[in-house]
């Protein structure tokens, strides 16, 4: 068993809450990088596993006992999964994190809180590597500092749909859950952050950021989520499909 502190600050204004489908092989990495220098940061700590895994809820018990566990059965998908752990929160912070991200650097909770207080506007401060995205949102981002913490501020047409919000590993505000809360019903991450970008949300990136993603190469299918776009025809009737609703969005049709 690790050595590791059992108790979270009852006094602490941030619940750490991360998905996971039956990944133990990964969970293990992201929790073993994360838990150890940010759990002190939480007043409580829950990860929702949506394929039901005892394995996972053993592990867990064994290595950070402090961690809820919650098991569905049957299967939700990830938005639903997410409203069911959002509901167990009672902080105004919630950090949100998934089981596939390695973290190379000490807490950020206390960069991503200034961040946030500097930028009312900012729906996340996410903290994955800047350098992961594209070079387009890299060079056309607002770079900017508050009390020693550099971050990236994303406008809000620096994409039609994306980067208003993200379930990427980072600081979330628990009032837009209760604002524009359940996600299940937008049915995409997609479609939260084009909802938020028409109130003027934007995402932060902490600079240059603290972890990567791993599970790249073990991608779970969502049940409930549209299937991946992996041969060149799906890419392209997506694409076009995609500029479609754009099309139909300019000229007021919500879609």
């Known amino acids: ?76 998908g990830q938005m639903k999964s997410i409203d069911k752990m959002y509901a167990h929160v009672n902080t105004p912070f919630i950090f949100h994190g998934e089981d596939d ?12 809180k200034k961040i946030m207080a500097a930028e009312p506007k900012v729906s996340v401060v996410c903290v994955r590597k800047l350098s992961d995205l594209q070079q387009r949102f890299q060079d056309n981002c607002i770079k900017k500092e508050i009390d020693g913490v550099q971050y990236a501020l994303m406008p809000t ?52 950021g603290a972890c990567h993603h791993i599970g790249g190469e073990a991608h779970v299918d969502d049940p409930f989520q549209p299937k991946r776009a992996n041969t060149i025809a799906s890419r392209l009737k997506r694409s076009v499909r995609k500029r479609w609703h754009r099309l139909l969005r300019k000229f007021g049709y919500d879609v």
């Open 101 to 112: 991200w390695l973290f190379e650097r000490g807490s950020t909770v206390g960069a991503c």
């Open 1 to 76: 068993m690790k050595q590791v502190n059992t108790t979270l600050g009852a006094d602490k204004d941030v619940t750490s809450c991360i998905t996971s489908c039956g990944r133990l092989d990964l969970l293990s990495r992201t929790l073993d990088s994360f838990m150890p220098a940010h759990q002190g940061d939480f007043a409580k700590s829950i990860i929702i596993d949506d394929a039901n895994t005892q394995e996972v809820q053993e592990w867990v018990a064994s290595n950070y006992p402090a961690t809820e566990v919650l098991l569905n059965q049957p299967q939700l």
């Open 157 to 208: 047409d620096i994409h039609p749909e994306w980067l208003s919000f993200s379930f990427n590993p980072g600081l979330v505000r628990k009032s837009l859950w209760d604002k524009y809360g359940p996600y299940d019903q937008y049915g995409t991450e997609e479609r939260i952050s084009m909802v938020m970008k028409k109130d003027g949300w934007m995402v932060a990136f902490l600079d240059p």
